[in-house]
Nanobody
Framework: QVQLVESGGGLVQAGDSLRLSCAASGRTSSSYAMAWFRQAPGNEREFVAACKSTCANTHYADSVKGRFTISRDNAKNTVYLQMNSLKPEDTALYYC???????????????????WGQGTQVTVSS
């Protein structure tokens, strides 16, 4: 079992920055992929960013490339999402997720992530 707790969300203006954190506990491993997804009201959950190990290789949704950065501190079992140049369309509930199938490459598919946090709300006003 892996427990995930997100933090760092809030209400900001367009162009501002936020850093989300996701603290993992339980059966954690740097070999597991960790990811961020988001879901806006009325929309399906969508992939944002993911990486394994030290995040030497990262994956991003096209909509956030160049603005968001995923990183990990494996000593703290924490993954971060630095979000810059925020836009109103980034408004959503942001979820952290873990894929414990360590033999698999980093996936962007939500149903391949076994554990999820409760989410942290990000609201960007125009």
């Amino acid at each position: 079992q892996v427990q995930l707790v997100e933090s760092g969300g809030g209400l900001v203006q367009a162009g501002d920055s936020l850093r989300l954190s996701c603290a993992a506990s339980g059966r954690t491993s740097s070999s597991y992929a960790m990811a961020w997804f988001r879901q806006a009201p009325g929309n399906e959950r969508e992939f944002v960013a993911a990486c394994k190990s030290t995040c030497a290789n990262t994956h991003y949704a096209d909509s956030v490339k160049g603005r968001f950065t995923i990183s990990r501190d494996n000593a703290k079992n924490t993954v971060y999402l630095q979000m810059n140049s925020l836009k109103p369309e980034d408004t959503a509930l942001y979820y952290c997720a873990v894929d414990v199938s360590y033999w698999r490459g980093t996936t962007t598919t939500a149903n391949e992530y076994e554990y999820w946090g409760q989410g942290t709300q990000v609201t960007v006003s125009s």
